[in-house]
């Protein structure tokens, strides 16, 4: 951990960590910790960044994610690839904020943009249990997702056949995603 801090701050101005307010069990807000993989203000950056190519425009409307991200910092990518970028979030299991294995961590605007406008049984579905570090996008879909639906239908699926063997399963597939940087990007 120490050593990816270090390269964190070595590669480029600002804090180690990347705080993002995200929804738990219940709705309830929380601060969902990862190491900082884009330049400093990317956040504020993003609309200029769109603005300046179409493209750009068209793969965030669709799926939130940029392939080609121009603000991801060269440590970032690795650390992206690798899914090391998300290693701190293990303390917001240890708080008791997330769990290892459940729906991805989503922001208040997704929860009523997506989960709401399907209806109100897949919002109510997401909010009976905690988000967590990986889970069915992260193993199954990643980087093949047709639409941002796709997400919010795998969620769903996810909260209506949780199991510990469905748990164990996407455990085992996303060792195998760390390993082989799969969908990373």
Not at 14 to 39: A, N, Q, W
Request: glycine residues 8%; positive net charge.
């Amino acid at each position: 951990l120490l050593l990816v801090a270090l390269l964190v701050k070595l590669d480029s101005h600002g804090p180690v960590f990347y705080r993002h307010r995200r929804i738990t069990l219940s709705g309830r807000e929380f601060d969902c910790l990862k190491f900082r993989t884009m330049i400093e203000g990317a956040d504020e950056k993003l609309e200029a960044v769109l603005a300046s190519d179409p493209q750009l425009r068209a793969e965030w409307n669709k799926t939130f994610k940029l392939k080609n991200d121009p603000r991801v910092t060269r440590i970032g990518r690795f650390l992206r690839r690798t899914s090391l970028d998300e290693f701190p979030q293990f303390i917001n299991v240890l708080k008791g904020e997330m769990s290892v294995v459940g729906a991805r961590p989503i922001i208040g605007r997704e929860l009523d943009e997506f989960y709401k406008k399907k209806g109100r049984e897949s919002a109510g579905l997401y909010c009976s249990m905690k988000p967590g570090i990986t889970g069915p996008w992260q193993v199954m879909m990643r980087t093949d997702m047709e639409n941002y639906q796709d997400r919010v239908d795998l969620d769903d699926w996810y909260v209506l056949n949780l199991s510990l063997w469905t748990d164990i399963k996407i455990i085992g597939r996303t060792i195998l995603c760390v390993i082989t940087g799969k969908g990373a990007y």
